[in-house]
Each structure stands twice: as structure tokens, then as C-alpha cells.
């Protein structure tokens, strides 16, 4: 049974996507896809395999859940868990062989003791805080002094290390070239305690198609990967995600009448109305109650009254013929418009990552190009 309202998402534009972004890679750098967040919203599983057969060398999760999950899934790739850990995690993140950022003493512990008694080895990288300001090691003698603890311990492996831009997407470039020189420095310092070669890592995705001089080692492709442009450079991406649902009754009210909770949407003329078996619950959000609108045969039609838990009504005075049955695009393509997550989010202050990951757990994801 398939449920009205659908994410409909199309593997070929993930595939596609990596392309954009590895054309512009410099200095044969790998590339990771990061695929925390249910893959943005787009379900983890299909779009971490579509990324691999594009060419991804590693994917990228939050937390070590979703890397499991990605395990279960047969996915064999290296992958990389991006957020801190609590330290009974630890054994979960090696029986899983998943790679695990690192910033102190306890974690790097922890990881190293599941190695030893598992008889594997834990493999991590340094997280560098080059500016963020979020988690990572600050100075060159923290820098240091983890590197040699890591080096001292059996059962865990320092095979990486690497920073997050900050100000990548911003049009001041100062930030971004101040954070990529602190990171050489730390990487200096890293080298110089310990010689072996590791995986070096800065470049968000802003930075792959801004800052070729931070591509380092390898670089990682985040929401451009799902057809949204950071920066104007990213062009040729293709939106994954389609969301739609179908109208379920059509009514025509009077002038005086209102709509959905609290009257707060009252019709000025013959109204006909249409709702939509969506709603908050789904991951469409009350705040855009008011303010936005959905493609209905091709043609904008406003969101009237509050959006309710598991429902909402639109306008459809204006779109001649519409009747139950019909479509209705929250967030695509239909006919010749388009409603992108950019705009969903301008409606919401928000950015187009939120919504992105907005449709909740309830909404089936369809995949096509599979």
C-alpha cells in the first residue's frame, strides 16, 4: 500500500551530482559523500549506494547509527562517523570497522581499548578546529600531544585528519583562507610527531568549487551532492527530491468563511478549496502556513489556513478543472514551475539543508534511475 503523499527521489540526479562536483576536484583528491541525516532526507541506503557507483571513495555519517545502518545495508566503503561519541559507543564503532573522529584523551581511549578487545584495530581521525569553533584540537601541542597518544596505544590507528570551513559560502574570503593556513599549520604539526602518511581533509562543498587550494587530500560533498548550489560557482546540479501529495476533497466555500484552526484564513469571494492529506506531522511546516503554496496542474496555488497535523487546504479558485485526485508538487517540478527548497525555506527563514530534511520517517521515499 502506498500512501498519497510520497518523496519521490531520483538516484540518476545523485549519480550526477557527484560527476558536478569530482569535474571539480584538483590534484586527483578522493571524494566523500556525506550521507548523515538519512542522507539529507533522501534515505541513506540508496542514495550511499548511488554515490559509490558515481565514484565516492568514502561516505560520511553523525552518528554511529547511521553508519551501522549503512553496514547492515552490505555497504563495504569506508565510513566516516563526524560527530564526538560517548565512550561506551566505542565498541559498536569498531565491531562496525567505521572510522571515528577524535578530539580527546577519553574517546581516543575508549576506541583504543574496543580494539584490543575486539582484535581489531580502530581507525580515527584528528578533528582540527581551525576556526568553527565547534569540537576539534585548537593548538599545535594538543595536536601533538594526541597524536603521540595515539601512536602509543595498541588497537587504534591514526589514518586521518581534518577541519570544517565555517565561512566557505560567505562572499568575505578572508575567513576561509585565515582557516585553511591554520589547518597546514596543524597538519605541520602532526607531521611532525608523526611521519606517516594520512588522509588530509578540509574542503566542504562550498570549498570544492571556491578553494582549490584546501582539496588537500580528499574533499567532501554535502548538499550539493543533492542538487542544491552553496555558491553560485556549483552550477549543472539536479534536485533529488520531489515531494508530492494528491488532493483528497474539493469544496467550494462562501465569503465569511474560514479555514483550518483558529479562522485565521477568511474567503473573500467563492473559494474552491482543496485539501491535501499533508501536514506537520509529515514534515511540512506549520510556519508556512500563510505563506507558501504547492503546484497544482501546473500552476501555483496558496496555502490557506494553518497547515494542520496531517492535513492541509490550498486555493484553487484560480486553476480551472482541478478536482480530487489531482497532484499536487510540494516541492519540485510540475508542468513548467518549480518549487526548490530554497525557495520552501525563504518562506520558513530557514536554509535549504532544513528543508531538505524535513519530510518525516511517515513519508514514503520512492526511488527512480535506480
Known amino acids: 500500500m502506498q500512501r498519497y503523499t510520497i518523496c519521490e527521489i531520483d538516484l540518476a540526479a545523485i549519480r550526477h551530482n557527484v560527476g558536478v562536483m569530482k569535474a571539480h576536484v584538483a590534484g586527483g583528491a578522493k571524494f566523500l559523500a556525506v550521507v548523515k541525516a538519512n542522507a539529507y532526507g533522501h534515505g541513506a541506503v540508496p542514495v550511499a549506494k548511488a554515490a559509490l557507483e558515481a565514484g565516492a571513495d568514502m561516505l560520511a555519517v553523525a552518528i554511529p547509527e547511521e553508519g551501522i545502518e549503512l553496514r547492515h545495508a552490505g555497504i563495504t566503503a569506508p565510513i566516516l562517523v563526524l560527530g564526538g561519541i560517548e565512550e ?83 562572499e568575505d574570503a578572508s575567513g576561509t583562507r585565515a582557516q585553511i593556513a591554520r589547518f597546514e599549520t596543524l597538519c605541520d604539526a602532526i607531521a611532525s610527531v608523526h611521519p606517516q602518511k594520512i588522509v588530509r581533509h578540509a574542503a566542504n562543498t562550498a570549498s570544492i568549487f571556491r578553494y582549490p587550494q584546501a582539496h588537500a587530500d580528499m574533499v567532501r560533498g554535502g548538499i550539493a551532492l543533492y542538487g542544491y548550489p552553496p555558491v553560485p560557482e556549483a552550477a549543472g546540479l539536479m534536485p533529488a527530491m520531489r515531494w508530492g501529495t494528491r488532493g483528497v476533497f474539493v469544496k467550494t466555500i462562501q465569503p465569511g468563511d474560514r479555514v483550518s484552526y483558529g479562522g485565521v484564513f477568511e474567503a473573500k469571494r467563492p473559494t474552491v478549496v482543496m485539501t491535501l492529506p499533508v501536514g506537520y506531522a509529515d514534515g511540512y511546516r506549520r510556519g508556512i502556513s500563510g505563506k507558501g503554496c504547492v503546484l497544482v496542474r501546473g500552476k501555483r496555488a496558496p496555502i490557506i489556513g494553518r497547515v494542520c497535523m496531517d492535513q492541509m487546504m490550498v486555493d484553487v479558485t484560480d486553476i480551472p478543472g482541478a478536482q480530487t485526485g489531482d497532484e499536487a508538487v510540494l516541492l519540485g517540478h510540475q508542468g513548467g514551475d518549480c518549487i526548490d527548497a530554497d525557495e520552501m525555506a525563504s518562506w520558513l527563514d530557514t536554509i535549504s539543508y532544513e528543508v531538505l530534511c524535513s519530510p518525516s520517517a511517515r513519508v514514503p521515499r520512492v526511488y527512480i534511475h535506480e
Request: hydrophobic share 45%; glycine share 8%; charged share 25%.
Open 88 to 170: 561506551a559507543a566505542a565498541h559498536d564503532v569498531v565491531q562496525s570497522e567505521l572510522t571515528q573522529v577524535v578530539f580527546d584523551e577519553a574517546r581516543i581511549r575508549a576506541l583504543a581499548n574496543a580494539g584490543q578487545l575486539l582484535g581489531k584495530t580502530a581507525k580515527v581521525h584528528l578533528k582540527l578546529d581551525t576556526g568553527m569553533n565547534r569540537i576539534g584540537v585548537r593548538t599545535e601541542d594538543e595536536v601533538r600531544t594526541l597524536v603521540r597518544l595515539i601512536d602509543s596505544l595498541p588497537g587504534i590507528e591514526l589514518t586521518g585528519c581534518f577541519t570544517h570551513m565555517a565561512t566557505a559560502d560567505e
